[in-house]
């Protein structure tokens, strides 16, 4: 037995979203296959068709967008099967969209995320999130990032909290060739040249999978998760403003966290939760030496 960490990210361009986001989501391998199976069945039940073919690709910027609340609040809820037949005649036909097909699709987008993230919960999946302020410092070195560390270190307590023959495996959306040579090489240095990497290399498998994300619905989820995660989740340590209108949304994924209990200066029973927050990503030394000059 395993569990899968499906990973994705939101916010790296630093420009428009408040937060960088590392987010993954844990499955165990029996769940994974029921779970992807009844997102398609609610893809059928929300939009009339399957939309992650390529149509509407299930990602957070392109289901929960500002305008898509805009959109969908421009008229009364509509009932199920209505809505449901009008945004698969606009998913078909985009050209010619009326008001109320555009609200109909809006509405079932909404609709999806929130079922979609029930469905999380109903099979145990947990969220992990690194969350690193727009404005935090990056470090210069060519060694593996502190928000992926952190992420790794919350997998592991996880893992380590289940049973010592269940493993976890690591699934990235893919990157450019050069770039997911880039993070394999680091993945490797840090498992197999620190000590906390050569502990956490006995539950985590330490070479990563990379697989297309508009084909796995997993990672799809681990985006949208991502997502709400950078807009709407406020926890601890991030003090910008949250967008209200995801405020429900947040609330899902956060249901979703894992909180470990650990011994830490004392404390037998330290929270450590799977969302970690940091305000700065360079190492001890880099940042020391910046703030002596």
Same mark, same amino acid.
């Given at each position: 037995?395993?569990?899968?960490?499906?990973?994705?990210?939101?916010?790296?361009?630093?420009?428009?979203?408040?937060?960088?986001?590392?987010?993954?989501?844990?499955?165990?391998?029996?769940?994974?296959?029921?779970?992807?199976?009844?997102?398609?069945?609610?893809?059928?039940?929300?939009?009339?068709?399957?939309?992650?073919?390529?149509?509407?690709?299930?990602?957070?910027?392109?289901?929960?967008?500002?305008?898509?609340?805009?959109?969908?609040?421009?008229?009364?809820?509509?009932?199920?099967?209505?809505?449901?037949?009008?945004?698969?005649?606009?998913?078909?036909?985009?050209?010619?969209?009326?008001?109320?097909?555009?609200?109909?699709?809006?509405?079932?987008?909404?609709?999806?995320?929130?079922?979609?993230?029930?469905?999380?919960?109903?099979?145990?999946?947990?969220?992990?999130?690194?969350?690193?302020?727009?404005?935090?410092?990056?470090?210069?070195?060519?060694?593996?990032?502190?928000?992926?560390?952190?992420?790794?270190?919350?997998?592991?307590?996880?893992?380590?909290?289940?049973?010592?023959?269940?493993?976890?495996?690591?699934?990235?959306?893919?990157?450019?060739?050069?770039?997911?040579?880039?993070?394999?090489?680091?993945?490797?240095?840090?498992?197999?040249?620190?000590?906390?990497?050569?502990?956490?290399?006995?539950?985590?498998?330490?070479?990563?999978?990379?697989?297309?994300?508009?084909?796995?619905?997993?990672?799809?989820?681990?985006?949208?998760?991502?997502?709400?995660?950078?807009?709407?989740?406020?926890?601890?340590?991030?003090?910008?403003?949250?967008?209200?209108?995801?405020?429900?949304?947040? /609330?899902?994924?956060? %249901? &979703? =966290?894992? @909180?470990?209990? +650990? *011994?830490?200066?004392?404390?037998?029973?330290?929270?450590?939760?799977?969302? /970690?927050?940091?305000? %700065? &990503? =360079?190492? @001890?030394?880099? +940042? *020391?030496?910046?703030?002596?000059?």
């Amino acid at each position: 037995m395993s569990y899968m960490l499906f990973v994705d990210e939101s916010g790296q361009d630093l420009r428009k979203s408040p937060y960088e986001v590392l987010a993954g989501i844990a499955i165990e391998d029996r769940d994974l296959w029921n779970l992807i199976c009844r997102v398609q069945d609610a893809e059928l039940e929300f939009f009339g068709r399957r939309v992650s073919d390529g149509l509407l690709e299930l990602k957070g910027k392109k289901l929960l967008k500002r305008k898509t609340f805009r959109q969908a609040a421009q008229m009364d809820p509509m009932p199920v099967e209505r809505r449901r037949d009008l945004a698969r005649a606009l998913l078909e036909d985009g050209a010619s969209g009326t008001r109320e097909q555009i609200t109909a699709l809006a509405q079932a987008k909404l609709a999806f995320v929130s079922h979609l993230l029930a469905l999380c919960g109903q099979f145990r999946v947990k969220a992990f999130a690194s969350i690193v302020d727009r404005d935090a410092p990056r470090p210069e070195g060519d060694f593996l990032r502190k928000d992926y560390a952190y992420l790794f270190e919350r997998y592991f307590y996880f893992l380590e909290d289940r049973s010592a023959e269940q493993l976890g495996l690591v699934v990235f959306d893919e990157l450019e060739r050069s770039q997911c040579h880039i993070l394999i090489d680091q993945m490797s240095r840090y498992f197999r040249k620190t000590t906390r990497g050569q502990a956490r290399a006995s539950l985590v498998i330490p070479e990563p999978f990379f697989v297309h994300s508009h084909l796995t619905t997993a990672v799809q989820i681990a985006d949208i998760v991502a997502y709400l995660t950078a807009w709407g989740v406020r926890v601890g340590g991030m003090y910008r403003s949250a967008r209200e209108e995801l405020a429900g949304m947040a /609330a899902q994924v956060c %249901d &979703l =966290r894992y @909180r470990a209990r +650990r *011994e830490v200066n004392g404390n037998s029973d330290f929270s450590i939760w799977s969302f /970690a927050v940091i305000d %700065d &990503l =360079r190492p @001890r030394d880099e +940042r *020391e030496e910046t703030d002596g000059q």
